[in-house]
């Protein structure tokens, strides 16, 4: 008891309270098959993530998040902290609804690579072939046109707003995004550089009314929302259930209870409502397979578009995908999305190799979502990742193909094919170190592939080797062939 006394009385009531008020007020595992992926690592690692999150939303007085993780088809936990409304003490859940911001851009480019799929555009017409109207003030006099991808990637040049929204919170309507449109400047010519733009989303959506002749949110309804069985998201409507949403934590500590705002003519860049629930929905359809129809609201090739980087912020470090962004953390690629809109900030970020994702919803304008969502990626993200089964080899190792271990020389250089763990890999003996190893892939008859970290040499192609009177003589690597010269 003696080292009790020792404690600040004002440490112990911050302590009572984190037990007694931000401990999670409801959460939940969805999924026949999650019992495959949720072990101790699992459970423990929520209770890791969950503490600290109690500590950011005491200690940093934040009302309240929702988060949730999914692993591949399932929402393998969700789970509300703190409150949706502080006054009226109501607990979030994750029935709780959010304005999602940003995250609008994923549907929107959603949109578009579905009416190109069905060949009604093409990623490089211009703007102004969907939008006649459209005429904004180059950057420079001989810039091209601005075409519907570089609006999609943030690669367009154009300003980031049109109008002073944010400052006021009047939304304009379509018709005044015309209008304010005609008297802007590009800041860049097209393809310069990364430049986030609300704008260009804005336009995005509005060449999706033109070429599919329906209202942008009747659109996503219809052909996102009802898909994937979104039921609990709208678009710009004060739907029930929606979380109180607060501004910045003020020097005294209070907090300003924000207005309901439309986001009229730049609904496709800031204006959708879900639940963590309906979100989880979107982020499977990342991880799905096959030609669009039902819950595939894209094909495979569209989504591998949609994923793949195309244009890099300066620094190299992060960049813009077809709606997604993209950032490279250590050895792993994640793409999400974050948003922010008055009282709201979300985010959500995927691993794809791993099919893991996190959802993380907030009723606050500074609490980090990105950083939240780092953390419960870091935590029960990488353990949900881990518990999966590891995935069979195609091809059983045989014991027999230790055999074509050996060195081999060719024109170009030597190669060392050496017996590593039930596996063969090529090793360049001058290299300056063991690092970065090729590895050989059983396909099967004796055949590999030739699977390198880079694209450099001949990696996804077929290795065999040739033998002669019982003797390994060759190492043929697609169409080039080095000569055995030792076992």
């Known amino acids: 008891m003696s080292a009790l006394r020792t404690v600040p009385k004002r440490f112990l009531v911050v302590m009572a309270l984190l037990a007694a008020t931000v401990r999670p007020t409801s959460g939940q595992s969805t999924g026949a098959g999650l019992s495959a992926v949720v072990g ?7 209770r890791l993530f969950s503490s ?8 940093r007085g934040l009302p309240g998040v929702v988060v949730g993780v999914v692993h591949d088809q399932e929402l393998v936990w969700s789970a509300g ?35 190109r ?3 009604k555009l093409r990623l490089d017409d211009p703007a102004a072939q969907y939008l006649p109207w459209f005429k904004v003030k180059r950057a420079a006099p001989d810039d091209p046109p601005i075409t519907i991808a570089e609006l999609l990637t943030h690669s367009s040049g154009l300003p980031r707003e049109a109008g002073p929204h944010w ?20 800041a860049f010519a097209p393809e310069v550089r990364w430049k986030y733009s609300n704008l260009a989303y804005s336009l995005a959506g509005m060449i999706v009314e033109s070429v599919s002749g329906q209202r942008w949110a009747d659109y996503v309804s219809a052909n996102i929302f009802q898909p994937l069985g979104m039921k609990e998201s709208s678009v710009d409507q004060k739907a029930s259930g929606l979380a109180v949403g607060y501004g910045r934590r003020m020097p005294d500590g209070s907090r300003a209870v924000m207005p309901f705002v439309d986001a009229r003519g730049m609904g496709a860049a800031t204006g959708i409502t879900s639940t963590v629930g309906d979100m989880a929905r979107f982020v499977s359809a990342q991880f799905s397979t096959g030609p669009r129809g039902g819950q595939h609201i894209l094909g495979t090739a569209s989504l591998r578009e949609m994923h793949r980087v195309r244009m890099l912020e300066n620094n190299w470090t992060q960049g813009s995908a077809i709606g997604f962004a993209v950032s490279r953390v250590r050895d792993k690629i994640y793409v999400g999305h974050g948003g922010g809109y008055p009282g709201y900030t979300t985010q959500t970020l995927i691993q794809l190799d791993s099919k893991v994702g996190v959802i993380v919803l907030t009723n606050t304008n500074d609490s980090n979502p990105n950083d939240i969502a780092t953390q419960l990626m870091s935590t029960v993200g990488e353990a949900v990742a881990k518990s999966r089964p590891a995935a069979p080899d195609l091809v059983a190792w045989n014991p027999a193909w230790a055999r074509f271990a050996g060195s081999y020389r060719g024109p170009g250089g030597d190669s060392e094919v050496v017996l590593l763990n039930g596996r063969l890999v090529i090793l360049t003996p001058n290299a300056t170190s063991v690092e970065n190893t090729v590895q050989l892939e059983p396909l099967g008859n004796g055949e590999f592939r ?27 690597t697609g169409d080039s062939w080095v000569d055995r010269v030792k076992e």
């Open 40 to 46: 101790s690592d699992v459970e423990g690692a929520k």
């Open 52 to 59: 600290w999150l109690q500590g950011q939303i005491a200690y």
């Open 81 to 115: 902290f703190g409150y949706a409304d502080t006054q009226g003490r109501l607990p979030m859940t994750p029935a709780t609804k959010f304005r999602m911001a940003s995250h609008s851009k994923l549907f929107t480019a959603t949109a578009i690579m579905q009416l």
């Open 117 to 119: 799929e069905q060949g």
């Open 167 to 186: 400052t006021t919170y009047e939304f304009p309507t379509q018709e005044e995004l015309r209008t304010l449109v005609a008297d802007r400047q590009a």
């Open 450 to 476: 030739f699977m390198a970290p880079g694209g450099g040499g001949p990696v996804g192609e077929v290795v065999r080797f040739v033998e002669d009177g019982g003797r390994v003589v060759r190492m043929i």
